[in-house]
């Protein structure tokens, strides 16, 4: 037969298919399909099957005539019947797989380096599990039904509304609810604006950044155009005096933080950027990725906050809680609310709305603040012995940037990248070079140096992870 | 001052952004940054502020320094004190909101239809939230750190599993853990596809289907050629008959249940539609997309199990659990594994990785079948309810296609539809005609009738909504 799950297939117990067709009984039938779904496996081994009573109501036949089909397939050898566990798939029921369909795989094996210092990534072990369910609990009991339909692609108003008080707060964003649309995150956000035609390229970035935003910006057919870094961050003025730069329609930039150099934007060309944006009716993109991690008492709010009509504020919860949560944010000009809103799509919700009422309430209860507070101790006690084992191993080698995030860049000497990433490989250390962050057009003379991120070894493991860096730098000239 | 927030700002308490700069004493910059927070709307009326000791003890400067600040701000009744609630901002503080960022907006009135019979949502108050809470206690505290790291894009592997059994339980598909894509849903499943140039156009869909997914494939730039139906469901020999039809390289077809006008597809026509996708080197995409939802005890399992290697099955939880949880699935053919993966990127993994592994406890103790169980008795005697009323009212009107599914649609006499639209619409009723489901370039005869979705009202409220429904059918000729 062409196809045999077609006919006369039927539906049993806790929803299973089987094919009841062919010639004989009913109990023959059911026995012959239970057996071929054993045999093809689609019945795994310890699968636990219907009781009597509800598979025979379901299938409209006898209890008995059930019965008989599992004693017969238990002396077969197939299934097993333990009083008190019901009827199961024997466990070593071989499964019979369709051809060219493999077996399920083993797990990967989780083969990695000996010390990780990749940058990227926040303590996957220090995520508020407790906290996080209570919130879930609390959120998903209080919401109204209307929670779970079709739901608004701007996002849950609860979480715009806990977002909008937190984030003029907390970062210094002038904003209201319904300039806010929830994404899935910063990659997010920028398919959306430049996918969606909200905003068109070229747009000039940071002549370090990551690798991973540029390629994707290239994928949406938007150019890149590399505007220089010094130690006062992104040399904006050349906005307007270097001529590939007069064409851009927007600038991405990472003022809180430069990343990954590390510097803060400053003010003046803070006050810079988004008077050329205000001449020349041009729209900054402020990347706020870990705004709220900085060590030193002298946080800067965003750039948002000078013009909320000329900035685009991003920012997401995957430094400060985790990357598994897919939620971020766009903080949004007025005019260009309705544009994002109809490149998302009316349908394109995307982001979980179970998350989205867990996190409005994590921020509304204060947990989010007390977790973050919990968090920068953590990373800066990690950024205070990174700069404690350079101090005392490698006196030479000085780290760029300010007291915050969760990544520090080691400047090296001019062409000695290369050899320190090879030494640290021989280490057992994963973790960047800068040369990798930088564009492929940049004009500015290249630097040396290695991004350690600091934020993902374990405790027990870190400082061993450190010695080890420590003799991977080149030593003193 | 060009940027206020720059220059000496300070973090206090549960994180606030405060400047202490300008002339005169800490304790005067102090008041002059809360009062400021306070004006501008940053600090909003109930906000707590942090004690006296944390606030101090995180700015460097005396307690008593920061009880003056808070008295003073009490004396000028921006705060408000009171014994076991501490300090907080106080409620009648209006807000000097900033030019041109509005005030926070009311919340949209909820107006809607009276009756609201739209398709396409599953019944929002039937969420079984206490089953998701348990299934995500359990599934979070099981979880290894790593589920809160970057994640796979391919989708937990608890999920996969999960997955991989019930899909084989249920639904007859033939797959492993290894070839199943986790996504967002059936929108997402289909720009990964064509936006990622997994597969190119064009594309054969069925001439009834929804609107929504043909224009998310024209931005994708597929064009799409509709193939024809009949009682047997998409007439898929025109693959080889129709010329217009002879340059596709795939079709999207709804074997189980057709969408909207609800046949199946004959069992010829499944391995029909198979040996075209074999001989051509074309593949087939199965949309799924209520195939748990059959009452007549003929279910009928996927078209994928008939040839693994030449069909995408997708499948999501948006008609089963709800849109609110962003998931669904791919099973795709060994050979578009890696494909889809790299059209994905390393990076974008966009579903809730705590929704996942929630979803996989879910699906693994029972819960899930449970749930669908439960949902099924509901839709079933909610279709029951339907056909009663017609039989009263209209039994000059059918209801077309199998028993199955969360809508129906009702057939209506050639060139009746816009007038019983209207009609509906004079009763209060929101629900589609069929003529919004019909591709343009269809050219099979075109159908009045319908689309009914049953799901979505309240208990208390449905059988006034079929009272309705049935006052706007056109009366018999």
Redesign the interface.
């Known amino acids: 037969m ?2 045999s ?7 049993i117990g ?4 089987v094919e009841l067709a062919g010639s004989g009984s009913r109990r023959a039938a059911l026995t012959r399909a239970l057996r071929s ?1 054993v045999q ?5 081994p310890g ?1 636990r099957l219907p009781p009597y009573r509800s598979l025979a109501a ?3 036949i006898a209890r008995n005539t059930v019965s008989q089909a599992y004693a017969e397939l238990v002396a077969e050898g197939w299934l097993t019947a333990r009083q008190g566990s019901g009827t199961r798939v024997a466990p070593r029921a071989e499964p019979v797989r ?1 051809a ?6 083993p ?1 990967r094996a ?1 083969v990695g380096p000996a010390h990780n210092l990749m940058q ?2 926040p303590d ?2 220090s ?1 508020p ?1 407790g906290a ?2 209570s919130c ?2 609390r959120a ?2 209080a919401a109204p ?7 608004d692609p701007q996002g849950r ?1 609860e979480l715009r ?1 806990a977002l ?2 937190y984030l ?5 964003v ?6 806010i649309v929830v994404c ?1 995150g910063f ?2 956000a920028l398919r959306l604006l430049f996918g969606g035609q909200v905003l068109r390229g070229p747009l000039a970035v940071e002549s370090y950044g990551l690798a ?1 935003h540029r390629s ?1 910006l290239a994928a949406e057919g938007v150019r890149t155009v590399p505007v220089g870094l010094d130690e006062q961050g992104a040399r904006v003025a050349e906005f307007s005096q270097r001529p590939e730069l007069k064409g851009v329609r927007a600038a991405l930039l990472t003022p809180g933080h430069q990343f990954p150099t590390g510097g803060p934007l400053h ?2 060309r ?2 810079a950027a988004v008077d050329w944006a205000r001449a020349r009716g041009r729209v900054l993109l402020e990347d706020d990725y870990d705004g ?1 991690f ?1 060590y030193d ?6 750039v948002q ?2 013009d ?2 000329r900035v685009v504020y991003l920012g997401s919860v995957s430094k400060s809680l ?6 971020g944010w766009m903080v949004l000009p ?1 005019q260009l609310v309705e544009p994002v809103l109809a490149a998302k ?1 009316m ?9 989205q009422l867990t996190l409005a309430d994590l921020i509304e209860s ?1 947990a989010y ?1 007390r977790h ?2 919990r968090m920068r101790q953590r990373y800066r006690s990690r950024r205070d012995q990174l700069l404690a084992a350079l101090d005392e191993h490698a006196p030479h080698i000085t780290a760029a940037g300010i007291a915050a995030g969760l990544h520090a860049v080691l400047r090296l000497p001019v062409g000695t990248e290369g050899a320190a990433l090879k030494a640290a490989a021989r280490q057992g250390i994963a973790l960047d070079g800068l040369a990798g962050y930088r564009h492929p057009d940049a004009v500015m003379p290249a630097q040396d140096g290695l991004v350690v991120g600091y934020a ?1 070894p374990p405790d027990h493991g870190y400082q061993a992870a450190l010695d080890a860096l420590c003799r991977a730098l080149p030593p003193m000239r």
Chains 1, 2 share one sequence.
């Not at 799950?5 to 539906?11: D, F, G, L, M, Y």
């Open positions: 062409a196809d799950w077609v006919n006369s297939a039927e539906r806790a929803d299973l298919h779904a093809d496996g689609r019945l795994a699968t379901d299938l409209g369709p060219r369909v493999a077996v399920e795989p797990p989780a990227g990534q996957a072990g995520f599990r996080w369910l879930a609990r998903l009991n039904n209307e929670a779970f339909g079709p739901g108003i509304r909008a008080d003029a707060r907390v970062r210094g002038r904003t209201t609810s319904d300039r899935s990659a997010h991973f994707l003010p003046e803070r006050a709220e900085r008492r002298e946080p800067v709010g965003a906050g000078l909320p009509e985790s990357p598994a949560v897919r939620l007025e799509g349908r394109e919700a995307w982001a979980s709305v179970l998350d204060g603040d973050v507070r993902t």
